[in-house]
Nanobody, 122 residues
Framework: QVQLVESGGGLVQAGGSLRLSCAAS????????MGWFRQGPGKEREFVAT????????YYADSVKGRFTISRDNAKNTVTLQMNSLKPEDTAVYFC???????????????WGQGTQVTVSS
């Protein structure tokens, strides 16, 4: 059973940066690909980024490509989402998730954190 805890959300002005972290415990971290998803007000949960267990493969949603970077530290059991050039449309609750592979479908991920709020003001 994997427990995930996100941190690092907050309020930032458009054009600014935030760094989200997700700490994993209770399982074997390298057994899982990790993903970040987000859910904006009145919207469905959507894929943001995913990274393979070794960290060698990363994939991004088109809406964040070139602005966000996902990385992981297997020694510390953490995954990070560096978010630059933030836009008001990035406002959402951001969730990290653990799953069997670098997939874009939220339903494929078996473990989820509680989420952290990111608000980008214009």
């Amino acid at each position: 059973q994997v427990q995930l805890v996100e941190s690092g959300g907050g309020l930032v002005q458009a054009g600014g940066s935030l760094r989200l972290s997700c700490a994993a415990s209770g399982g074997t971290f390298i057994d899982y690909a990790m993903g970040w998803f987000r859910q904006g007000p009145g919207k469905e949960r959507e894929f943001v980024a995913t990274i393979s267990w070794r960290g060698s493969n990363t994939y991004y949603a088109d809406s964040v490509k070139g602005r966000f970077t996902i990385s992981r530290d297997n020694a510390k059991n953490t995954v990070t989402l560096q978010m630059n050039s933030l836009k008001p449309e990035d406002t959402a609750v951001y969730f990290c998730a653990a799953g069997p592979a670098t997939l874009r479908n939220a339903h494929e991920y078996g473990y989820w954190g509680q989420g952290t709020q990111v608000t980008v003001s214009s």
